[in-house]
């Protein structure tokens, strides 16, 4: 930020989601750093995404909608679909 252009003072709290939201979205973090620290810690990957596979709109329809029928996400559809193929095909 230029030097003689003044900043918005931060906020002491935000109250709602929205008010943060809008705030960070006409503000940037960069004219803050007081506001921020670093901190160290460690990460833990749960799983890996190996493959973005590109899916016929058609095809990407049809399991979105049977995810929703069955009350599960697409992605654990489509692994249950594709374990339980692998499966019958071992």
């Known amino acids: 930020m230029?030097?003689?252009?003044t900043r918005d003072p931060l906020p002491k709290s935000f109250y709602t989601i929205d008010e943060f939201v809008d705030f960070w979205d006409s503000h940037s973090t960069a004219?803050?750093?007081?506001?921020?620290?670093?901190?160290?810690g460690k990460v833990k990957l749960r799983q890996r995404r190996y493959f973005g596979v590109p899916l016929k709109t058609k095809i990407a329809t049809r399991l979105a909608k049977?995810?929703?029928?069955?009350?599960?996400?697409l992605e654990i559809l489509v692994n249950r679909?594709?374990?339980?193929n692998l499966r019958r095909a071992a």
């Open 31 to 40: 004219d803050y750093p007081e506001a921020f620290r670093e901190v160290k």
């Open 81 to 84: 679909m594709l374990e339980e």
């Open 66 to 73: 049977r995810a929703r029928a069955q009350g599960v996400t």
């Open 2 to 5: 230029p030097k003689n252009k």
